[in-house]
Nanobody, 119 residues
């Protein structure tokens, strides 16, 4: 059974930084594209950043230049460095990943981690 577990969320003042982690575990053969999404109360879930297994990363315009996505394939872990945080970045942050196991390929989601930015 595959699991994605996020960590690193918390409360931070505007202008501060956080580093989120997303660790995949289970009988994993390989991990394809991974991504971070976020959802604020009353709003739809939105894409924040993606990172393929190889190739260029991509970012939502609202976070370009402030957030950095990265991954450590040896650890099956993805990261999101959040700098220059703004109150509007407050949301639950979710990671997802396309994971290939012995039996199937499927896009898994983590449970989410809360990021709160105070003004």
């Amino acid at each position: 059974q595959v699991q994605l577990v996020e960590s690193g969320g918390g409360l931070v003042q505007a202008g501060g930084s956080l580093r989120l982690s997303c660790a995949a575990s289970g009988r994993i053969i390989s991990i394809g594209s991974m991504g971070w999404y976020r959802q604020s109360p009353g709003k739809a879930r939105e894409l924040v950043a993606t990172i393929p297994s190889g190739g260029s990363t991509s970012y939502a315009d609202s976070v370009k230049g402030r957030f950095t996505i990265s991954r450590d394939n040896a650890k099956n872990t993805m990261y999101l460095q959040l700098n220059s945080l703004k109150p509007e970045d407050t949301a639950v942050y979710y990671c997802n990943a396309y994971i290939l196991t012995v039996t199937t390929g499927y896009t898994y989601w983590g449970q989410g981690t809360q990021v709160t930015v105070s003004s």
